[in-house]
Nanobody, 124 residues
Framework: VQLQASGGGLVQAGEPLRLSCSAS????????VGWFRQAPGKEREFVAA????????YYEDSVKGRFTISRDNAKNTVYLQMNSLEPEDTAVYSC??????????????????WGQGTLVTVSS
């Protein structure tokens, strides 16, 4: 499975943005997917995750109520809808896949697959 994040860009605070994580491979629908971000000078952190079926999701506290993760297995794509963006959300966002949903939320996740990131810049 190969993952590729896209949709990043420069937005103003308060504006929305939707990221996509596109996957190759027929087994993508079997994998839970997580979004992570790494701001300049900071460690990578967990943002959100979704089960293979899409019936369960989990969010980092600072994005709850603002970000929504979803997936379309027919399109081999997972989305991250980001609303009410704040300058503190500026980071490189990456997606990752693993058969174990909760492992994506671990302090030091080691997913089976990592995708290349996409830069999100939020100006104040």
């Amino acid at each position: 499975v190969q993952l590729q994040a896209s949709g990043g860009g420069l937005v103003q605070a308060g504006e929305p943005l939707r990221l996509s994580c596109s996957a190759s491979g027929r087994i993508f629908s079997s994998y839970a997917v997580g979004w992570f971000r790494q701001a300049p000078g900071k460690e990578r952190e967990f943002v959100a995750a979704i089960t293979w079926s899409g019936d369960s999701t989990y969010y980092e506290d600072s994005v709850k109520g603002r970000f929504t993760i979803s997936r379309d297995n027919a399109k081999n794509t997972v989305y991250l809808q980001m609303n009410s963006l704040e300058p503190e959300d500026t980071a490189v966002y990456s997606c990752a896949g693993d058969l174990d949903f909760w492992s994506l939320t671990a302090a030091q996740p080691k997913p089976a697959y990592w995708g290349q990131g996409t830069l999100v810049t939020v100006s104040s």
